[in-house]
């Protein structure tokens, strides 16, 4: 009887396991309607794992107006910086810069923070769509654990980010209200070649792949207007993996990068133009 029920034991154990390393070694086999929820249940479907999108983002804002521009641009705020850098974190990681346009732009001041990767680790697991009820009690329990097991950790960095995002915010927050402030007509002019070049030297220093999104986000109507005894420039080459995205009201033919960028008329419409997430080439 022992030996009846050993034998019959067996048999299940050899058809499940060999289900077992077929279904799990299978992608096809996984896709299959009828066979994917049985493979959920049992953890044979192991989900991809999908780097972080890295989204590099140097922004421009022109405060300049020398009475000589017909367009109308978007005037920024620090607020808008804080909804870029929580829009980054969202999307996943990466860098911001600040600089703006004046009548010499090259050597201006220029901000820059850092958004890391580790502060998903700060967000509970969100449900996808059509996940099991099972599956994402696990991967919240993992979580609660993990957090629960390094909170001393996760609280120092957290603080320090903060500490970090709010003297950035800060200085912002100065660059602005200078830049908008009122000007002396000799000190009204739009560098913005300068500007540009500022930030294409920025991005230069990073690596460029197929998961690290650079972009340029210039409010401005990219008019370059310097008195004529002014050093003349040239606008660097820019690379072909670096989106400008130029916001203004009115759009202008003028502008130095017309036809080498993307213009839009508002500022979250920009801001979903320069930062992405990554989708492997097969999505």
Not at 46 to 52: G, H, K
Not at 152 to 176: G, R, V
Not at 251 to 278: C, F, P, Q, T, W
Request: aromatic fraction near 8%.
């Amino acid at each position: 009887m022992n030996r009846t029920i050993f034998i019959i034991a067996f048999v299940i154990a050899a058809i499940f396991g060999g289900s077992y390393l077929v279904i799990k070694f299978n992608p096809q086999l996984q896709s299959k309607p009828w066979i994917k929820p049985i493979a959920e249940v049992f953890g044979l479907i192991e989900e991809p794992v999908i780097p972080e999108s890295y989204n590099s983002v140097f922004c421009i804002f022109d405060p300049s107006g020398s009475g000589k521009s017909t367009y109308s641009v978007p005037i920024i705020s620090v607020d808008f910086i804080q909804h870029m850098i929580s829009t980054i974190a969202d999307k996943g990681h990466g860098e911001l810069w600040l600089t703006f346009v004046d009548r010499s732009a090259l050597n201006n001041k220029v901000l820059h923070f850092t958004v890391p990767e580790n502060m998903k680790a700060f967000e509970p697991p969100v449900r996808k769509t059509g996940q099991l009820k099972g599956e994402y009690d696990r991967k919240l329990a993992e979580f609660r654990a993990d957090s629960a097991k390094n909170a001393s950790k996760m609280s120092a960095e957290l603080q320090n980010y903060n500490e970090a995002k709010e003297k950035f915010l800060k200085e912002c927050s100065e660059m602005i209200t200078k830049g908008y402030a009122p000007k002396k007509s000799y000190e009204d002019y739009s560098d913005v070649i300068g500007s540009l070049n500022a930030a294409l030297r920025s991005l230069a220093t990073l690596d460029s792949d197929s998961l690290h999104f650079r972009s340029i986000l210039l409010i401005s109507d990219g008019v370059q207007d310097i008195p004529a005894g002014d050093t003349k420039q040239q606008l660097s080459e820019i690379p072909g993996d670096v989106m400008v995205v130029t916001v203004n009201h009115g759009g202008s033919l003028k502008s130095v990068v017309a036809g080498a960028s993307i213009e839009v008329d508002n500022l979250d419409r920009g801001l979903e133009k320069v930062i992405r997430v990554y989708k492997p080439k097969n999505q």
